[in-house]
C-alpha cells in the first residue's frame, strides 16, 4: 500500500491503545496517510476508566507542532485532546497560519467521565472553531460548545447550524449518544446536509471511536477527497472496525484499526 497524503495528529497518548494518538495513527494508516504527531498529554488509562493526565507544556506541544510542519510537512491537521486552554492559546496561531484543513474532534470528557479540557479551554476552544474546516463533535460536545441541548435529530441541526454560523466550514455531529436502535451521524455543511445511519452494535468494545472517525477523516481531506467521499469511506471504516473489534479488557475495548487489511488479506 502507497501511502498519500500527511496528517498531523495532536492530541493526548492513550497508554492502552485505543484511542488519542495511538488511535490517530493506526486510523491514519489504514486510510493510506502518513501519520504525524504533537503530543498534549500523557494520560494513564486502561478499558475502564483514565487514571491520570499529565499535561505537556505548551512551549514543547509548539515546538512539535512547528517542526512537523516545517519538515516533513502536512496536508491536513487533526486535533484531539488539547488539554488547557494554555495548549490551545499557544497553538492557534501556528493553526491558523498553516493554512491548511483542520479538522477538530472536541475532546473535552472522556467516557468515564474524567474531564480532559480545563473550563477555560472550553472557551479557547470555541474560538478555534471558525478556523477549522470540520468539528466532530459527539452529542454532548456539541451541547456544551453551543449552549444548546442536543437529545434527538432536531437538536444535533441546531447545534450543527450554530456552530456553521461561528465560522466553521462543516460540522459532523455523531449521535452514538442518543437514544435508539439506529444511530445518525449528520454532517452539515452550508451547501446541504448528509445523515450517516447505522444500526446500533451491540458491543461496549467502542473506545476511540470518535478519535478514529475524525482522523480517517482528515486522511482523505489530505488525499484530496471531497468531504463527503472523505466522511463516507470514514463512516464505512468505522462500522467496520467497530464489527471486527478483538474484544479486549474488561471495560470499552478498542476497536480493530486494522479491519481493511483483514477483510482483504492481499492488500498491499
Known sequence: MRLRGRVLAIG???????????????ALLAMGAHGMTALTAITVQDTRAVRAVHLQPPAQVMAEVATVLADPGADTIKTGMLGSA??????????????????????LVASSGRRLLDVPG???????????????????EAAALTGTEVADGGGMRRAAEMMLRAGAGAVLIKGGHLAGDVLTDLLLTPDGDLPFRHKRLMSRHTHGTGCTLA????????????????????EAYVQQAL??????GAGAGPLNHAAPLIADPGMT
Request: with cysteine.
Open 243 to 248: 464489527a471486527l473489534a478483538p474484544g479486549l
Open 122 to 140: 472550553l472557551g479557547a476552544l470555541r474560538g478555534l472553531l471558525a478556523h477549522a474546516a470540520l468539528v466532530t463533535p459527539n452529542a454532548p
Open 86 to 107: 494554555a495548549i490551545i492559546e499557544a497553538l492557534a496561531p501556528t493553526l491558523i497560519d498553516a493554512a491548511l484543513p483542520l479538522v477538530i474532534d472536541p475532546v
Open 215 to 234: 482522523a480517517a477523516i482528515a486522511a482523505g481531506l489530505a488525499q484530496g477527497m471531497g468531504l463527503a467521499a472523505a466522511a463516507t469511506r470514514a
Open 12 to 26: 493526548g497518548s492513550d497508554c492502552g491503545g485505543g484511542a488519542g494518538i495511538q488511535a490517530d495513527i493506526k
